[in-house]
């Protein structure tokens, strides 16, 4: 395969999902739907093969993620072994599990940077979407990652419940001394898709949320970095999902699956290489997973000869999946997808006013995840 790894590009991060355990149930959850029912977690010694290899192909930057990542005693090896190999650190984390001790651990192993994810200004709403009472605990976690000389990086998904309390939550992250505070609206994937029609906003409580957002940058400036991603539901354009498939991101499950973006595993017929078999190289240059989307010759029309091919690579081949039943189609956010209207449709019928048909939500748990 000399030829044509010299031309294709290399990742550039590596996501490691070193779980899908999780003390958390959020409602909106990125995990796959049927988490419980993958194989077992890879053992210490292969996600350090991983994580070699992955630096080998020319990752520069490492996200430990899950699920929550605390939960792996070998945490701390982990991140020790890929710093010692050159990459920039990242912890993405629920903060539940994260206490002096292990902060200090943290530290002492090179981690370079700590997200912590905040559900809500209120207490109620925080323990609700997360179907735990852990408010308070979020926010001591915040002040230890502040104490602990890391800058503050918030991260809160936005939805109906939460986006008329947008003031009070960067009120919180300011109070909390937040360097960065991303305000992610929901994306429509895993447990987040199953319960679209609860958590899908309006169109004016976006308005509203965005001209708050601008007011508070204007008054604190560079204090807390804030950054708000409007939902490509409300968009005519795509987002350039992963920038691109098999372009930059490569991700690997708990169960060694490895991932050209991170909901890839609700594609059906997509074989998804794992590292147990197959070595990263060969996974990344060579499966057919990681090459299916890659590029533009997958293209159909209207992607195919559209001269916008290449900013937006056609958007998100899951969205594309979920929402028209085929991953090759145009991703319907865009304006020119004959399935566009699916998007207003969704839309619409989550906001209706009458919802008498309105089920549950529905949580992440083990228990709903085998039930599903
Ligand atoms: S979104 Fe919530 S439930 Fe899902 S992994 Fe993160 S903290 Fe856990
Ligand atoms: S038609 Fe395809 S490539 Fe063109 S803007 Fe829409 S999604 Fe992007």
Known sequence: ?????????????????????????????????????????LDTGTWRATITAARELGAAQIGFSGGEPLLRGDLEALIAHARQLGFYTNLITSGIGLNVERIERLKTAGLDHIQVSMQDSTRELNDFLTSTRTFELKRNVARLVKAHGYP??????LH?????HIAQIIDMALELGADYLELANTQYYGW?????????PTAEQLREAEETVNRYRARIGER??????????????????MSGWGSVFLGVAPDGAALPCHAARALPGLVLPNVRDMPLRQIWYES????????DGWMREPCRSCDERHTDHGGCRCQAYLLTGNAAEADPVCSKSPHHGRIAQAVEFAIRPT?????PI???SRQNSLAL
């Open 224 to 241: 807390c970095r804030i950054l708000f991603v409007v939902p490509d539901y409300f968009e005519q354009r795509p987002k350039a999902c």
């Open 1 to 41: 395969m000399a030829t044509a790894t010299a031309v294709l590009p290399k990742p550039l991060w590596l996501l490691a999902e070193l779980t899908y355990r999780c003390p958390l149930h959020c409602a909106f959850c990125y995990n796959p739907v049927d988490f419980a029912r993958h194989g077992e977690e």
């Open 355 to 359: 919802r008498d048909d309105e089920r």
């Open 288 to 295: 057919k997973a990681f090459n299916a989307f890659r590029g």
């Open 362 to 364: 529905v949580f992440r």
């Open 160 to 164: 109906r419940f939460n986006l008329p």
């Open 152 to 157: 503050m990086v918030l991260n809160c998904v």
């Open 192 to 200: 987040a898709m199953l319960n679209r029609d609860q958590l899908m």
